[in-house]
């Protein structure tokens, strides 16, 4: 594959997730992160996922796939390359674990507890997921010589997914969640992108769900699910209406048996909770 090639079919977002960069600021067409080569205080680089770019506002560099690479692993072309090489192309899903960056280890979460900061509850209350609070925990951590907090969901490895109103970062390593359900008597599984739709699934349910539910805490994980699905005799997706939402969903069809597409319920909107909120 040239490198033509690879800058178009490359998400340049599992890129940057594969050295755990998450976006602090996003949407579905762009997002903000911190640099890629300084530590800063304010995000500079933009990301333009329709054109598969980025551009650091601080050094005025346009990146591609390959250049974020060199950046990152300071490296030259054909070592960049042999590093992209590694991820599968045509389907746009990780084969290999993200590798640690400074971000992974110049973090220290300092406090764990339930949710008790009022601008978590307030944010809680406004994506409409209160009354989940047991299913998330208040983290409060230090990064770059600043402390931070967020809501965390803990993933299969022991790492926090953090979200709070103005950012989204993965302490730890990042992996899949799996939450068996006792009651799961059909052999079921329900697939959620984020943790936010997995609240509101479960604020959605009246009663407990039968199925047991898996939070991918992004697309690029599916490749740790694979083998874990073969188990299961239904699929249910909500999956983001998105372009990797999308390109997930048919994987997923390609793969496996009796699948349902719940992502029709809100297709008017980017994400089951976001239907939920306009409700």
């Known amino acids: 594959m040239n490198c033509e090639k690879i800058k178009n079919r490359v998400s340049i977002k599992s890129v940057l997730e594969s050295f755990n960069f998450f976006p602090v600021k996003e949407n579905s067409k762009t997002a903000f992160y911190f640099a890629l080569d300084r530590e800063e205080k304010v995000p500079s680089l933009s990301v333009d996922f329709a054109k598969n770019k980025a551009f650091d506002f601080g050094t005025g560099k346009i990146y591609d796939v390959i250049s974020i690479v060199q950046q ?34 110049s973090y220290e979460i300092t406090k764990i507890s339930d949710i008790e ?39 299969d490895s022991g790492g926090f997914e953090v979200r709070n109103k103005y950012s989204k970062i993965c302490l730890g390593r990042k992996d899949i969640t799996l939450i068996k359900n006792k009651n799961n008597r059909n052999n079921e599984v329900s697939i959620f992108e984020g943790f936010f739709d997995y609240l509101t699934f479960r604020k959605l349910q009246k009663e407990d769900s039968n199925s047991d539910c898996l939070i991918l805490n992004s697309t690029s994980m599916l490749f740790k699910a694979k083998g874990r699905l073969k188990e299961y005799d239904k699929i249910s997706l909500f999956l983001d209406n998105d372009s990797n939402g999308k390109n997930t969903k048919e994987i997923i069809k390609k793969e496996y048996e009796n699948i349902e597409d719940c992502s029709l319920l809100y297709e008017n909107f980017k994400d089951l909770n976001e239907w939920f909120c306009s409700s």
């Open 72 to 105: 990152v692993k300071k490296c030259a072309v054909p070592e960049a390359l042999q590093y992209l090489k590694t991820l599968d192309f045509s389907e746009c899903i990780l084969k290999l674990k993200p590798e640690k960056t400074s971000l992974a280890i």
């Open 117 to 155: 900061h009022p601008a978590l509850v307030e944010y809680l209350h406004d994506r409409k997921v209160t009354g989940q609070n047991h299913l998330v925990k208040e983290v409060h951590y230090r990064l770059k010589r600043k402390t931070f907090f967020g809501i965390g969901f803990k993933n």
